[in-house]
């Protein structure tokens, strides 16, 4: 094991060693050179290795039995992967830079993101579906931009996989085309799934959960050196130390609480008792323990008072502080981000939000919305609904899934098609669906008071409501378990 260790940290140096002779890391990398044996031995850098060696290199071995523009974009994405794997490292030896940073930060990888771009444009070129494929796909890089929940991309893992759901409409139809016909092409389509889905999912998820790893505070290029405690200056010949201060003698140690049973403190035995003390004194003096109550007379009776009542009267209702039933929302936000995803987040209110500038490639993802309604024209990649109330929403069609998640009393209304909805702990949900969406493959977990509601046979009918169940029955049959939905009828 240790042979093969020692093997592929030599690999790793033997690579980084010929991109900074080829030129590929620019000049304030090669500043970083003393470093770079360093992160080499750095286990996640070691797993990027092993994807690349792994499933990318699968995705490379079936392009080059293919060749043409197959092979030239996956040349492409074997480029991504290399820059992807240098900002890595320059990450870890960098401080977390600002938006203006980022944007420098990630320009490599742009660049190799619009050359893979252009070769889908123009006329439609041969292969054009393993070409949109690839240049889809690698926008999961873009995972090491995240910067923080609030940075407005989703999670790095969600991220990989929300844009291999983009990529993922052309990689099918690659399988279906040639499925029958060329199986090269085939390979590559299923190496290059397993490249993202699992692979490089799995890794960003167990490296890189919430982001690169940025490095301390003030680095800027080759790694600043770690901040020593703060040390007397020495004394040198031209001038002496200066002296210490004097140590402080210790402070008293505080007082003693006051005795449980006394109101006050007592320093002299002469001082009659007071508070429990003299209560427990007049109990054991033997005197008649009520000799000192007054006595009550019929007046001063409750039941006797007229100036009482048995009514009591309640105290008004002060209005509550601000925030304390209130839950802390950011800011309203209705944006297209990095040209795939619309965001709605945090609205309050609007009943006319509308999407319209939309094509297939894009995702729309609405979060933390109340009250509101959302007009989604034209068809989109995806759509997910999260931690939603009393919220409608109004799509026309989706190319992988419409999602409903931790939301209650939600409306959705879906006018062209939707090959899967997915509905996940969710109460409340009104879900009307066209005529081309009723062949939709409809999936519940953890929710309740789901209706379909679908259109009559008639050509002008109303709409009819299905409840799905939320009650099972489970019974043991033939060695397994078999689960029925409860069905109640009047007795």
């Not at 992807?84 to 742009?110: C, M, R, T, W, Y």
């Not at 200066?242 to 002469?270: D, Q």
């Not at 029955?473 to 378990?481: A, N, P, V, W």
Request: glycine share 8%; hydrophobic share 35%; proline share 8%.
């Amino acid at each position: 094991m240790e042979k093969a260790l020692v093997e592929r940290l030599e690999a790793a140096v033997a690579r980084l060693e010929a991109a900074i002779a080829s030129g590929s890391i620019s000049a304030s990398e090669r500043a970083l050179d003393g470093d770079l044996p360093a992160a080499a031995t750095d286990p996640a850098i070691l797993a990027f290795d092993e994807l690349v060696e792994g499933p990318l290199r699968r995705v490379v071995a079936a392009a080059e039995k293919i060749g043409g523009k197959v092979l030239e974009t996956t040349k492409v994405l074997e480029e991504a992967f290399e820059v992807e794997k240098s900002l890595l490292i320059k990450a870890k030896q960098s401080q977390k830079p600002d938006i203006a940073g980022l944007q420098e930060f990630v320009k490599p990888l742009n660049d190799v993101l619009t050359k893979a771009q252009t070769l889908t444009e123009g006329r439609k070129p041969e292969y054009f579906n393993h070409l949109k494929t690839t240049a889809d796909s690698l926008t999961a890089l873009a995972w090491i931009a995240f910067l923080g929940k609030d940075c407005g991309m989703s999670f790095p893992t969600a991220h990989v996989e929300e844009c291999w759901q983009m990529a993922e409409f052309y990689n099918n139809k690659v399988l279906v085309e040639y499925r029958n016909s060329n199986p090269d092409h085939v390979e590559w389509a299923k190496a290059l799934k397993e490249l993202y889905v699992p692979s490089l999912r799995d890794y960003v998820k167990k490296n890189y959960p919430l982001g690169p790893v940025w490095g301390p505070a003030g680095a800027a290029g080759p790694k600043a050196p770690a901040p020593t405690p703060a040390t007397p200056p020495v004394a040198t010949a031209s001038a002496p130390a200066p002296k210490a201060p004097a140590a402080r003698s210790p402070a008293p140690p505080p007082l003693p609480p006051k005795s449980l049973f006394e109101g006050e403190t007592s320093t002299s035995s002469s001082k009659p008792k007071q508070g429990m003390s003299a209560v427990f004194q007049e109990i054991n003096s033997g005197k008649p323990v009520t000799s000192g109550l007054r006595k009550v007379t019929d007046d001063m009776k409750t039941k006797n008072r007229t100036d009482r009542t048995g009514v009591v009267n309640a105290p008004e209702k002060s209005a509550p502080r601000g925030g304390a039933f209130s839950f802390k929302t950011g800011p309203p936000k209705m944006e297209l981000q990095m040209g795939r995803k619309w965001v709605v987040e945090n609205q309050v209110g609007k009943k006319e939000l509308v999407i319209d500038d939309c094509d297939s490639k894009q995702s729309v993802y609405v979060y933390g919305c109340k009250d509101s309604v959302l007009q989604v024209k034209g068809k989109v990649n995806n759509i997910t609904l999260d931690k939603c109330t009393k919220t409608g929403i109004l799509f026309t069609d989706v190319v992988a899934a419409f999602e409903i998640v931790n939301c209650n009393g939600v409306e959705v209304q879906c006018q062209g098609s939707a090959p899967t909805i997915a509905i996940d702990n969710t109460s409340g949900c009104q879900l009307y669906l066209g005529k081309d969406a009723l062949g939709a493959s409809i999936t519940t977990a953890k929710s309740s008071e789901v209706n379909i509601l679908v259109l009559g046979s008639e050509p002008h009918g109303d709409w009819v409501q299905h409840s799905l169940p939320e009650q099972f029955l489970h019974t043991f049959k033939d060695g397994q378990f078999v689960t029925t939905p409860v069905t109640h009828s009047a007795g």
